[in-house]
């Protein structure tokens, strides 16, 4: 079997190194080049993320992971200015699960070793043939044959776009700055919230922190697990991570140094947007998985590392062939749409 999968992002990737430990062939296509975009400096880890993660990847690139995670976040804490001073007033209702803090662009670097991505190769459209096979046509003119196509290209998946048109994204008209600065600018802050993210009111604004300190400094744990890894992944800090989720008003001197002293080239604004749930479809070759099919702020990298994983047990049992492949397919959908995004504290 080979599998042709479009976008070199968290589930593209995941999905990636699971189809090669399993034996498929696998071409991976990313539009942007090696260095890819600011997509958020951290991601906050949880059970499905890494139970997708151990599944899918080569037991030193999980180690590795492991090693380079912050300690365990175990709830959202708030913060408040008491008698001029910051203090952990309480603790915040949260749509997240307990995990741990990977610092993006290294999880990426871990996730892209040992594969071979063609970068710089933007996917335009896609042909189904008669004999069932599926082509793959690129920006530069070049095309692509497989058994299956993976859309693993992201909010504007051009995959979805031709294959499930029905599915549109809605911008919420919601807008936050992220940024990160390193933590031996902050000492304080970790010394009143640990490993947890903490939510700061602050008359009219809201602000939220949270610190990443290597479990192990990347570049130890580089030398003891995974070598093959760029020295430049590894070249890392403790930070703060922080984010503006609305509009900033006047900020607490120690707030505003650290919006002041944050790193350029992590701060960013993001957009957030929505994909209202489709009627179920016919299984075909073709399938998508992550943020091309449904979104999820905050844990949506989650969903698509545990969509991956799905994916590639689900193919690898049709390439043994336990299972014909439409049916394969299907069975990961069926699971994909069913899995709606609940967040924690809705659950029983
Ligand atoms: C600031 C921020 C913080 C976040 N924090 C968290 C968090 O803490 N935890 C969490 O679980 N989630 C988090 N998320 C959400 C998470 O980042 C996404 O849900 C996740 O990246 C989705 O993964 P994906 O593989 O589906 O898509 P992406 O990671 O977006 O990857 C898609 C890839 O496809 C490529 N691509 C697009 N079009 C084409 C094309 N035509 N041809 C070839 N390649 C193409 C893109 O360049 C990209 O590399 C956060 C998001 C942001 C923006």
Redesign the pocket.
Known sequence: MKVIV???????LTLAQGLRRAGIDVAV????GAR??T??V????DDR?TAALQGCLPSAHVAMIDATMGGPREQTLSLSEVDGSLAVVGVEPSVARPGRQAHRPLLRAILLTGLEVRFG????RFEQLPDGLVRAWFADGSTDTADVLVG???????VRRQYLPQAQVIDTGRRML?GATALRLTPELPDLIGDNPAVARIPDTTMVVAALRFTSPPTVARQRFLPALPHSAVALEDYLMWALPGPAGDLPRAFQRIVDKAWPEMTSE?RTGTIPPIPAWPASPVTV????IRL?????????MRDAHRLCLALAEADRGQLPLLDAIGSYEDTMRTSVPVPAKARR
């Open positions: 479009i976008g070199a992002g968290l589930g593209g296509y990313e539009r942007d890819g975009r997509q958020g951290s991601l906050h880890v993320g190769t933007e996917f335009t693993a290209d992201g909010i504007g998946s051009a992220m993001l998985l992550g943020d091309a999820a702020p905050g844990f949506g990298g989650n969903l698509a």
